[in-house]
Structure formats: C-alpha cells, structure tokens
C-alpha cells in the first residue's frame, strides 16, 4: 500500500473509532443524560435575557425555574423547593443582572416550586391564578402542616381572567392560564417576541404524569392549546430544557404519555377492577421507563378513576 493510501485508510479508521456526534439522550434522568449532578443547579441561557435554571430535587430530577430581565427589574416564573434553593436561584440571578427581582408568577403552587418564596424580596408583585391562591391559602391554613416547614407565602391577591401582560422594561411576558392542568391553577409564561413558552408543571419532560392534584382530561387540551400558540421553545417544569424543536417533539410525547395513561387507565376501569387491582395490572408500555413511575402510576389510576366516576371537582 502507498503511503497516501494508508494514510487515507488510517483516515476512515479514525473516523470510524471517533466518537458520533451524539444527540442529546431524551430522559429526565441526569445520569443517563451524561450529565453530572455536580453540574446543578445551572443556568441555561434560552434568549437575549431569558434564562432557564436547573437544579436538582430529590430523587434526583430537575426542577426548572425561568427568569426574565428586563430594564425595570427581573420576572421570576417560578421557584425551588426550600429557601435554600431559592437563594441559590436568586444567587444565579445576581451572577446575571444587579436589578432587583420584581415579580413572580406561580406556575405551580406546589411545594417543590413555591416552599422557598420566603426569601423572595418583601415588595415582590406575584402573578398567581384564583385556583392556586385559594390553594395556598388552604396550604397555610392547614393544621397538619410539619412542624418546621418553611413558611407558606401566600400572595395578597389573584389575576383576573385568564391572561395578564407584565411588561417587565422593554420584554412583554404574558402570564396565561390555558385551563385546569396539573394543579388546577395552572399559569404559564408566554414570551410572544422571543416565542418561548414557560409551561411549568402543566409539562413534564419524561416524568410520569404526576396526578396528585390533576384534571387528567383537561390537561390534555391545555397541552394541545398550548401546542397551538405561536411557540419555538417549550420549557418543562420538571425535567430538561431542549433545544427548540425537540422541546416541541418531547411536548407531544407527553400529551401522548398523558392520553395513553387515560386509556389504560380507562381500559382497566371498564373490567370492574378496583383501583390497587389496576395499578398492579395495568401496562405503561413506552412510559413504564419514565421518572417517577413507581411513586406517580397509583396516583394518576386513583385520579383517572375520580374523574371517570365523577367525582372530580
Ligand atoms: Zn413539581
């Protein structure tokens, strides 16, 4: 062989040993996602001045955060799970911007996103759904609450209807209910201009529809309302933030992940089986693998079965 041949071979061999350029790998589990979780919690430029962050909640899954910086100060959709993470959220923020944080709009109102607000700034102006306030006021008031728990902020007041524009300096932000999702006071945060859509826990990335406080059906058409809007960046409440087309492409598996555990759910309903019976039977098929299927599948059959019986509020 001529030595321009066996280089030439030497070539293709390499390119055949080189690693490929790997796309990224579609789970929300760190690990298998080759990311480490001393990477977390990590801010993730999405536009000029939006920003997603990511920080890791037990068992070992993200839970994401989006700020806004705007000329009059800083929008927070919402936060992390313990006044602890929420200062290193708002730590995050100051490594970006000196302007004070501003607002805050309660994407969910579960614990996970809004058990650290007490470290948000006193004069903060919260953007929060009538459903989610009540919820909250609910959360302070209740009386087996743990001894020790951060406190419960309950904001002052509710939106009224079903779309509020905030213009946080020179950035529009939309804070929009699209119907009853994961928590019943579902708010998302729409940004028209940058097309970025902060959907909160109404989208899970490959986690298990988690269902404790869900409207399994409405969830549905708020995804597919939501797959309507003129949007190139959906961003999870939990899990990874995507790339812009496979944030969409992941969006419909989970509307699909959401319908197929109706059917099942429905299937197995339709054969008189009681609820624990069902969960012991029922076949997850491609979302068997998702995060938080063991703790999440009973929840989502006892709530499936609520609403099929009628008795969901
Ligand atoms: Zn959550």
Known sequence: MRRSGLLAALAAVTALLAPPVLAQVRTAYPEKRGVALSQFPRTIKLAENVYGYEEIRQPGFTTVSLFVVGADGVLIADGQGSPAT???????????????????????DHGDHTAGNSVLPRDITYVIHPNALAQMRRDAANPNRQPGAPPVVVPPAAMSGVSQTI??????VRALFLGRAHTGGDLMVYLPKQKILFMSEAYLNRVF???????????????????????????????????????????VEFRKALQAVIAEVKRLHAQGLTADAATAQANWGPYTDWFLREQQAPIAVRKVYEEIEGKLK
Do not use: C, N
Not at 167 to 172: F, P, Q, W, Y
Not at 218 to 239: I, N, Q, T
């Open 86 to 108: 929420t200062q290193k959220l708002l730590d995050a923020i100051k490594a970006v911007t000196p302007k004070p944080v501003r607002w805050y709009v309660v994407g969910s």
């Open 209 to 251: 529809p988690a269902m404790r406080s869900a409207y399994p059906s409405e969830w549905v058409s708020v995804v597919e309302k939501a797959l309507a809007l003129d949007v190139d960046r959906y961003v999870p409440g939990h899990g990874f933030i995507e790339e812009p087309k496979v944030s969409r492409e992941e969006l």
């Open 167 to 172: 213009d946080v300096g020179g950035i529009e």
